[in-house]
C-alpha cells in the first residue's frame, strides 16, 4: 500500500501552531509587547482599533532588527533567545518559543517596520497569511513597529467566535495591565480607536500602580517587603477594607512575568484570614523574584503557569510576608490572636439606624375569657400581630420588605394572598389538633436548611430555591421599569462616592442611562469617581457598591449572543445581587411573600439564569416512598 504520511505546508503549520498562541486579540497583544519589552525598549506604544479585531499594533524603541532577522523572525521556531535546551532554564527574557510572530504572520495581515541605532534606514515588511508580500527599505525611527491587521481574517469561524469589542477590549486592556504592571520603568502609553487610554510614565512600582487603577489606588496600599535566599517579595497588598467582591485586581508577578497560582493565590488568602468578610478577595501586586533555575514556565503555552521546584516553602514564605506586613501597619493584630466569630460586627450593621425595643401589647388579651376557647385568641393575636409589626417596621421583616418598596405598587394582591393563607392555616390547625395543642402554630410553608421553602399545594407538595425564586421576582419588577422608565428613586442624605479603575468606569458609562432608569441618580462620573445622589428605593445604601462592582464584573464576563441586551444584563446582575441569599433565614411572613410574588411572576419555573426555581412531589409519588 502506498505511503500515506506526509508533512504539513509551513503555513499550515503555522496556522495550527496559530490555535494554541493566537486565542483573541489579547493574545497578540501580550506577544507583541512581551516582544518589544526583550528589545530593550524604554518607551513602547500600543495601539488598538475595534478591540484588537482590526488593528493591534505595537511601536518600540528597542533595538530594532536587521533586514535579514527582519525576514527570518517569522519563521516558525525562528528565536534569537535561546540557542540550546539548556537555556530554557536560565530564562531572562519573555520570548523563547520563536512561534508568536510566525503564528499571528499565518491569521493576519502584517506590517513590520524595524531599524537598528547602527543603520540610517530600516526595513519594511508586509505578510498575509505566511506569505510575504513585500520587503522595503524605508525610513523609520530605531525601534520595531508591528502591525496586526484583520485578525483571523482566513479563518472566519475562529472570526466569528470572537466576543463583543467590549469583552475583547477587556482582555486587551487586562494583559496591558499585566505587562505594565511588571515593568514599571518602561514608559507605556495606550490608544484605543483613536484616544488615548493609559498614560504611565517611567516611575516607581507604587506610582504605576496608582497610575493604573486611579489616584485613590495610594491610600488602599500596604507595602509588602520579604527578602530570603529562595525567595524575594516585594510589592503591595490592598487594605481589608477595600477588598471587591470579584477578584479583580490580583496579580502575582515571577520574575516579572505575570503568573496565575490557585496555591499561591490561597497563601495571600489565609494571610487575611479573618480580616475579610466572606466571599471578599483582597487586591494584591505582588512581584516574586526566583532563581530562573527553580521555575519551569515551558508548561503552558502562554506561558502564564509556571511550576515551582518547592512551592511548599513559596507558599509559607509569602503567606508570613503578606501577614508580617498587614500586622506592621496596623491592620491586623501582630500576634494571632483567635477571633470568636461571633463577636464580629455583621455586614450591614453599622448602616442600619437603631431602634428603640417595642413592647408589643396583646390588647385582645382577656385573663378572665373562658380558656376553653383558646383557638380563637389564637387566631386573633396572631394576625394582630403581624399586622402590627408591619405597621411598626418590625425589624428584620421590614428590612426584608424593604427590598419590594416601590416595585408592589402594581401588584398589591399578594398582600391580599398572604392574609389569606394564613387564616387558612390556623383553620387547618384547628380542625388537625381539635383545639388540643393550641400554642402549636402550623403555617402553609416551611423553610429547610435556610436555603429552600417547603410549601403545600393541592396535590403534595413543593419545594422552591429561595435565592433563584427571589432573583425571578426582583428580575421582572427591574425589568418592568426599566423598560417603562420608572424606576423610583431615594435621595440619599450624602452623596456616595465610589471609586473605580478607568476601565470600569467605561462600563457605568454605558450603563448609566440603564441604570438611572431603575432609579440611580448619578450627580458626576469622572476618570475614577462616581457620585450617586440617588439609589432605587428598593436597594440599601450598603448594597450599591457591590451591586455596581457585580455589574461591572457580569458586563466583563458577558458572553454576548445575538440577543443580548444592556437592560436584561442589568436587571440580572441586580437581581442577583440584591435576592435573598442560600443560608438567609427567613420568617414565615417573608417565606409566604416570596412564594406569592414568585407566582405572579410572568415566567415563574425558572431564574433569570434559567435555572429550575421550584420543584413539585405529588401525594402520589410520596406514597409510593411508603410502599
Ligand atoms: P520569541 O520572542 O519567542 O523569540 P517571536 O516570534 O516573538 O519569538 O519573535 C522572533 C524573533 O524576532 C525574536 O527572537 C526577536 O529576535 C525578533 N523580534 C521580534 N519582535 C522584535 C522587536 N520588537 N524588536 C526586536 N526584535 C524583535
Ligand atoms: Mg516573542
Redesign the pocket.
Known amino acids: 500500500m502506498a505511503d500515506i504520511i506526509q508533512l504539513l505546508p509551513d503555513h499550515v503549520a503555522n496556522q495550527i501552531a496559530a490555535g494554541e498562541v493566537v486565542q483573541r486579540p489579547a493574545s497578540v497583544v501580550k506577544?507583541?509587547l512581551?516582544?518589544?519589552i526583550?528589545?530593550?525598549?524604554d518607551t513602547i506604544k500600543l495601539i488598538i482599533k475595534d478591540a484588537g479585531k482590526t488593528l493591534v499594533q505595537?511601536i518600540?524603541n528597542?533595538?530594532?532588527?536587521s533586514p535579514t532577522?527582519?525576514r527570518?523572525?517569522?519563521?516558525?521556531h525562528?528565536?534569537?533567545?535561546?540557542k540550546s535546551a539548556e537555556d530554557l532554564f536560565q530564562l531572562h527574557?519573555?520570548?523563547?518559543?520563536?512561534?508568536?510572530?510566525?503564528?499571528?504572520a499565518a491569521i493576519a495581515h502584517v506590517e513590520?517596520k524595524?531599524k537598528q541605532a547602527s543603520n540610517d534606514v530600516g526595513n519594511a515588511l508586509v505578510i498575509e497569511g505566511s506569505q510575504v508580500v513585500s520587503q522595503d527599505v524605508v525610513v523609520t525611527p530605531t525601534?520595531?513597529?508591528?502591525a496586526v491587521k484583520n485578525l483571523f481574517f482566513n479563518i472566519p469561524a475562529r472570526r466569528n467566535f470572537l466576543k463583543s469589542d467590549t469583552v475583547e477590549l477587556r482582555h486587551v486592556v487586562d494583559e496591558f495591565y499585566r505587562v505594565a504592571l511588571a515593568h514599571p520603568s518602561i514608559s507605556f502609553v495606550m490608544y484605543n480607536n483613536g484616544s488615548e487610554s493609559f498614560n504611565l510614565p517611567i516611575s516607581n512600582y507604587r506610582q504605576r500602580i496608582v497610575n493604573i487603577f486611579g489616584n485613590k489606588t495610594n491610600e488602599k496600599l500596604v507595602p509588602v517587603d520579604e527578602d530570603t535566599e529562595v525567595l524575594n517579595v516585594s510589592g503591595f497588598v490592598g487594605k481589608p477594607e477595600f477588598a471587591k467582591k470579584s477578584r479583580g485586581e490580583q496579580y502575582f508577578f515571577v520574575n516579572d512575568r505575570f503568573i496565575k497560582s490557585a496555591y499561591l493565590n490561597h497563601a495571600i488568602a489565609s494571610a487575611f484570614e479573618g480580616l475579610l468578610k466572606p466571599g471578599m478577595h483582597a487586591s494584591y501586586f505582588l512581584n516574586l523574584q526566583v532563581d530562573p533555575q527553580s521555575i519551569d514556565i515551558n508548561i503552558h503555552p502562554t506561558k502564564t503557569e509556571i511550576k515551582f521546584d518547592d512551592e511548599h516553602t513559596l507558599y509559607a514564605i509569602l503567606r508570613a510576608a503578606v501577614k508580617h506586613s498587614l500586622g506592621q501597619f496596623n491592620i491586623a493584630p501582630v500576634l494571632d490572636f483567635e477571633r470568636d466569630p461571633n463577636l464580629d460586627t455583621p455586614y450591614n450593621y453599622k448602616e442600619t439606624v437603631i431602634s428603640t425595643p417595642k413592647v408589643e401589647v396583646d390588647r385582645s388579651f382577656n385573663p378572665f375569657k373562658d380558656a376553653s376557647q383558646p383557638s380563637v385568641t389564637s387566631t386573633q393575636r396572631s394576625s394582630h400581630t403581624s399586622s402590627f409589626s408591619r405597621q411598626e417596621g418590625h425589624k428584620s421583616s421590614s428590612d426584608w420588605e424593604g427590598l419590594y418598596v416601590g416595585l408592589e405598587s402594581k401588584s398589591n394582591e399578594s398582600v391580599v394572598d398572604f392574609s389569606e393563607v394564613e387564616f387558612e392555616s390556623e383553620e387547618e390547625t384547628l380542625s388537625i389538633f381539635n383545639g388540643d395543642h393550641q400554642v402549636e402554630q402550623t403555617h402553609t410553608t416551611y423553610q429547610l436548611h435556610k436555603k429552600y421553602i417547603v410549601s403545600t399545594i393541592k396535590s403534595g407538595m413543593l419545594i422552591i430555591d429561595q435565592f433563584r425564586a427571589h432573583q425571578r421576582v426582583l428580575y421582572e419588577e427591574f425589568l418592568r421599569n426599566m423598560t417603562s422608565r420608572e424606576g423610583v428613586s431615594q435621595q440619599l442624605l450624602f452623596p456616595l462616592q465610589l471609586h473605580f479603575s478607568p476601565q470600569d468606569i467605561d462600563i457605568v458609562n454605558q450603563l448609566k442611562a440603564d441604570l438611572e432608569h431603575t432609579g440611580f441618580v448619578f450627580s458626576n462620573v469622572d476618570e475614577e469617581l462616581v457620585e450617586i445622589t440617588g439609589v432605587p428605593v428598593n436597594v440599601p445604601e450598603s448594597e450599591v457598591s457591590i451591586i455596581l462592582e457585580q455589574l461591572i464584573s457580569d458586563v466583563e464576563h458577558e458572553v454576548p449572543d445575538s440577543n443580548f441586551s444592556a437592560t436584561d444584563l442589568l436587571a440580572k446582575s441586580m437581581a442577583k445581587s440584591l435576592a435573598i441569599k442560600t443560608g438567609q433565614s427567613l420568617q414565615k411572613d417573608e417565606q409566604e411573600h416570596l412564594v406569592n410574588k414568585l407566582f405572579a411572576c410572568k415566567d415563574p419555573n425558572v431564574s433569570p439564569a434559567n435555572r429550575v426555581t421550584f420543584v413539585t412531589m405529588s401525594v402520589d409519588e410520596l406514597d409510593k416512598k411508603f410502599i
Open positions: 506577544e507583541l512581551e516582544n518589544a526583550d528589545a530593550g525598549a505595537v518600540d528597542g533595538k530594532g532588527m532577522d527582519a527570518l523572525s517569522f519563521e516558525r525562528a528565536t534569537s533567545k535561546i527574557t519573555k520570548g523563547f518559543r520563536g512561534e508568536a510572530l510566525a503564528s499571528i513590520l524595524t525601534g520595531t513597529s508591528v
